[in-house]
């Protein structure tokens, strides 16, 4: 029977890393089915064996004990409020100041999203946590500790054998704009009076006396910044985000560096594109110095440091009526409801639709055709409704109910499993092809010069593409496309040479194209290292794509199920065959011959000399296999400091562990470690 301080000791360590993949990196490897299982396993073999209790334990972040009530406590380091800059010309001037006062031309910023949460700083002792405490005013604070343990991504223990005496982090708790639409949506379910806003709802989450109640509401925290530290330092910002990120705690995302005021500006407008994408609630973007010795020249007034500006846009209302609400189909097949309003001018532009997001908006909001409805925009962003005016209704308002079936095809409509988005499961539904198209086209995929948005609404209509090979084809049917409206010889020419170039793209940008879920620019270049070929890729399981370092479970479920449709497999022959390059097979040493031919390593850990990637290149060069798991198939475990479960199971399953100097000792040109 096995030993059950060794089984919780296990199951401990695997949540530890599913939540270290989960919060922190944005990767995970399991479903939250199998999550919840392994977390009720634990809380079972805890309650059956209390002599191995710990306040460490994943499954405190479950819940606790209600408490009496919240004691203050003073800031050791003043958590101060950032002065903000509504307009260009205010960033300009305070950049200029930046630059007398340092000495300086171009100063060095980082730009991050001025994330609308709660703050709250965190204090680690010697790798614990310690409290949590609220902003407050400033000077003091309430002690949240009992709720902090229950929010995602505040871990209980930092990952580190050698932490530090204190590490104060401070950021943000936040309800990510999901959880929130569920949450909304059930308290108009019981009747109760529902939050506002997402920052509302956790800031109410954060002063409940009951942790248990708290967790119900999915609070999260990302990190943006650092108080009161003994024994670590860094030398600029972007050391400390990656530092903390190793030690096991999420930070603030799509953080970009800038160097002098064009390219800050540069950013910042490329950080406000992204914003609709965001799954969370930003008002603004936060400027700070990276270098920290600057930001110690420069200091702090009472109010603000001077060191960081918040650029913000001004938030405006106005009041229309829904005419209509419409459906659309995405590039994945996601249904959208869009409100269609009545033209309304809000900030000097004139808005006439407005997203509600997924059917759990739609309830939360109880909208119907015809309501008049609140609308808010805020500088550049999209609007979107806040509210409903329901007293202003006259009872010819008409209920939207969500479809059934796909608006554009036809075909059942599947909702997300645990999820709040409901999908067209029809890869060549029409609305998808389209999205597609554009998207295959598009920068961050193929990058098709001549192909835009507007011509392909136009090849569509045409019927002269039915389907993303179909681009490809287009040489032979040249008089036809001068035949297109606007789309002259110069027009055309372009367009077909955009497509021949095209062909030359690496894999991983066809596999960015293809639509496939989940898989973006990132994990497409994970993959076309794996594997090389497209051809080698497809014949691939879910389980042996699951074994590839950054592809967890979902994305090769994903993936296996893409190659593996009838859809998949038609269209990837059919770009094969036309003459696009589905990459190229894996060096020769990295198949049959090498001195790792058959031997699969899982590297696990902080290496002393080499990053990860690197030793699992070497790995690959020598014909071995680099997985993400360990199994009774593994053949050897190289283990760094904090190697955690997968050296557990090591050691369990009997595979050889290797430090990365043993590990480096086996290779014929005998390299060393770097000292």
Same mark, same amino acid.
């Given at each position: 029977?096995?030993?059950?301080?060794?089984?919780?000791?296990?199951?401990?360590?695997?949540?530890?890393?599913?939540?270290?993949?989960?919060?922190?990196?944005?990767?995970?490897?399991?479903?939250?089915?199998?999550?919840?299982?392994?977390?009720?396993?634990?809380?079972?073999?805890?309650?059956?064996?209390?002599?191995?209790?710990?306040?460490?334990?994943?499954?405190?972040?479950?819940?606790?004990?209600?408490?009496?009530?919240?004691?203050?406590?003073?800031?050791?380091?003043?958590?101060?409020?950032?002065?903000?800059?509504?307009?260009?010309?205010?960033?300009?001037?305070?950049?200029?100041?930046?630059?007398?006062?340092?000495?300086?031309?171009?100063?060095?910023?980082?730009?991050?999203?001025?994330?609308?949460?709660?703050?709250?700083?965190?204090?680690?002792?010697?790798?614990?946590?310690?409290?949590?405490?609220?902003?407050?005013? #400033?000077?003091?604070? /309430?002690? +949240?500790?009992?709720?902090?343990?229950?929010?995602? &991504? @505040?871990?209980? $223990? =930092?990952?580190?054998?050698?932490?530090?005496?204190?590490?104060?982090?401070?950021?943000?708790?936040?309800?990510?704009?999901?959880?929130?639409?569920?949450?909304?949506?059930?308290?108009?379910?019981?009747?109760?009076?529902?939050?506002?806003?997402?920052?509302?709802?956790?800031?109410?989450?954060?002063?409940?006396?009951?942790?248990?109640?708290?967790?119900?509401?999915?609070?999260?925290?990302?990190?943006?910044?650092?108080?009161?530290?003994?024994?670590?330092?860094?030398?600029?910002?972007?050391?400390?985000?990656?530092?903390?990120?190793?030690?096991?705690?999420?930070?603030?995302?799509?953080?970009?560096?800038?160097?002098?005021?064009?390219?800050?500006?540069?950013?910042? #407008?490329?950080?406000? /594109?992204? +914003?609709?994408?965001?799954?969370?609630?930003?008002? &603004? @973007?936060?400027? $700070? =110095?990276?270098?920290?010795?600057?930001?110690?020249?420069?200091?702090?007034?009472?109010?603000?440091?001077?060191?960081?500006?918040?650029?913000?846009?001004?938030?405006?209302?106005?009041?229309?009526?829904?005419?209509?609400?419409?459906?659309?189909?995405?590039?994945?097949?996601?249904?959208?409801?869009?409100?269609?309003?009545?033209?309304?001018?809000?900030?000097?532009?004139?808005?006439?639709?407005?997203?509600?997001?997924?059917?759990?908006?739609?309830?939360?909001?109880?909208?119907?055709?015809?309501?008049?409805?609140?609308?808010?925009?805020?500088?550049?962003?999209?609007?979107?409704?806040?509210?409903?005016?329901?007293?202003?209704?006259?009872?010819?308002?008409?209920?939207?109910?969500?479809?059934?079936?796909?608006?554009?095809?036809?075909?059942?409509?599947?909702?997300?499993?645990?999820?709040?988005?409901?999908?067209?499961?029809?890869?060549?539904?029409?609305?998808?092809?389209?999205?597609?198209?554009?998207?295959?086209?598009?920068?961050?995929?193929?990058?098709?010069?001549?192909?835009?948005?507007?011509?392909?609404?136009?090849?569509?209509?045409?019927?002269?593409?039915?389907?993303?090979?179909?681009?490809?084809?287009?040489?032979?049917?040249?008089?036809?496309?001068?035949?297109?409206?606007?789309?002259?010889?110069?027009?055309?020419?372009?367009?077909?040479?955009?497509?021949?170039?095209?062909?030359?793209?690496?894999?991983?940008?066809?596999?960015?194209?293809?639509?496939?879920?989940?898989?973006?620019?990132?994990?497409?270049?994970?993959?076309?290292?794996?594997?090389?070929?497209?051809?080698?890729?497809?014949?691939?399981?879910?389980?042996?794509?699951?074994?590839?370092?950054?592809?967890?479970?979902?994305?090769?479920?994903?993936?296996?199920?893409?190659?593996?449709?009838?859809?998949?497999?038609?269209?990837?022959?059919?770009?094969?065959?036309?003459?696009?390059?589905?990459?190229?097979?894996?060096?020769?040493?990295?198949?049959?011959?090498?001195?790792?031919?058959?031997?699969?390593?899982?590297?696990?850990?902080?290496?002393?000399?080499?990053?990860?990637?690197?030793?699992?290149?070497?790995?690959?060069?020598h014909g071995g296999r680099a997985s993400g798991s360990v199994s009774k198939k593994t053949h050897f475990v190289i283990a760094g400091e904090a190697a955690g479960s997968k050296l557990t199971k090591a050691q369990e399953l009997g595979i050889p562990v290797l430090t990365e100097a043993e590990f480096l000792a086996m290779l014929p040109e005998q390299r060393s470690p770097v000292t």
């Amino acid at each position: 029977m096995t030993d059950p301080g060794v089984q919780i000791q296990k199951l401990r360590e695997q949540l530890e890393h599913h939540n270290q993949r989960y919060y922190v990196e944005s990767r995970p490897e399991i479903s939250d089915r199998e999550y919840d299982a392994m977390m009720k396993q634990l809380i079972e073999l805890e309650a059956a064996h209390p002599e191995f209790a710990s306040e460490d334990s994943p499954s405190r972040k479950v819940g606790g004990k209600p408490i009496d009530g919240f004691v203050s406590v003073s800031h050791r380091i003043p958590m101060l409020s950032i002065e903000n800059a509504f307009e260009e010309s205010e960033l300009q001037d305070w950049n200029d100041s930046v630059c007398r006062t340092l000495g300086l031309e171009t100063p060095e910023y980082s730009v991050e999203f001025k994330i609308d949460g709660v703050a709250i700083s965190l204090t680690y002792e010697y790798g614990r946590l310690a409290r949590a405490v609220t902003r407050g005013n #400033g000077m003091v604070g /309430d002690d +949240v500790t009992s709720n902090a343990r229950v929010t995602g &991504g @505040i871990p209980l $223990k =930092l990952i580190s054998k050698d932490p530090p005496p204190v590490l104060e982090v401070r950021g943000e708790v936040i309800i990510l704009n999901e959880d929130f639409a569920s949450f909304q949506a059930e308290q108009v379910r019981s009747g109760e009076e529902p939050f506002k806003n997402p920052r509302n709802a956790a800031a109410g989450a954060l002063k409940l006396l009951d942790p248990m109640l708290a967790a119900q509401r999915h609070l999260r925290f990302l990190a943006h910044g650092v108080g009161y530290c003994e024994g670590i330092e860094w030398a600029n910002y972007q050391d400390f985000l990656n530092t903390i990120r190793s030690l096991g705690i999420p930070v603030t995302p799509n953080v970009s560096m800038a160097t002098g005021f064009n390219q800050l500006r540069s950013r910042i #407008g490329e950080m406000i /594109d992204l +914003v609709p994408e965001l799954p969370f609630e930003v008002d &603004g @973007i936060v400027v $700070k =110095l990276n270098k920290l010795s600057d930001r110690e020249l420069l200091g702090s007034t009472s109010k603000s440091p001077r060191w960081v500006r918040a650029y913000k846009w001004e938030r405006y209302e106005a009041e229309t009526r829904v005419s209509q609400i419409t459906v659309q189909v995405g590039k994945t097949g996601t249904l959208t409801p869009v409100a269609e309003l009545d033209p309304v001018e809000i900030a000097g532009t004139t808005v006439s639709r407005a997203s509600l997001h997924n059917r759990d908006e739609v309830e939360r909001l109880g909208i119907r055709i015809g309501d008049r409805v609140i609308v808010e925009k805020a500088g550049k962003i999209i609007p979107h409704i806040l509210r409903v005016n329901e007293a202003a209704r006259d009872g010819a308002e008409v209920e939207f109910r969500f479809p059934e079936s796909c608006p554009n095809c036809g075909t059942s409509v599947v909702q997300d499993d645990g999820g709040v988005y409901v999908r067209c499961p029809n890869p060549q539904c029409p609305a998808q092809l389209r999205e597609t198209l554009i998207f295959f086209a598009s920068r961050p995929a193929m990058d098709i010069d001549g192909l835009g948005e507007k011509l392909v609404d136009q090849l569509l209509g045409a019927g002269l593409v039915k389907g993303i090979s179909d681009l490809y084809r287009l040489s032979g049917k040249r008089d036809q496309l001068l035949q297109l409206d606007r789309l002259g010889e110069k027009s055309v020419d372009k367009l077909l040479a955009g497509l021949e170039a095209s062909k030359q793209q690496p894999l991983w940008r066809l596999l960015t194209g293809l639509n496939i879920r989940h898989v973006g620019q990132s994990n497409a270049q994970v993959l076309q290292r794996a594997f090389g070929t497209i051809e080698l890729l497809s014949t691939r399981t879910a389980e042996q794509l699951a074994c590839v370092h950054e592809i967890g479970t979902v994305i090769a479920d994903s993936v296996a199920r893409f190659f593996q449709s009838d859809y998949g497999r038609q269209l990837t022959a059919e770009l094969q065959e036309l003459g696009l390059n589905t990459g190229v097979p894996v060096p020769a040493s990295d198949a049959e011959g090498g001195i790792f031919s058959g031997k699969t390593f899982v590297v696990t850990g902080t290496l002393p000399t080499m990053g990860r990637d690197e030793i699992e290149q070497i790995i690959r060069d020598h014909g071995g296999r680099a997985s993400g798991s360990v199994s009774k198939k593994t053949h050897f475990v190289i283990a760094g400091e904090a190697a955690g479960s997968k050296l557990t199971k090591a050691q369990e399953l009997g595979i050889p562990v290797l430090t990365e100097a043993e590990f480096l000792a086996m290779l014929p040109e005998q390299r060393s470690p770097v000292t």
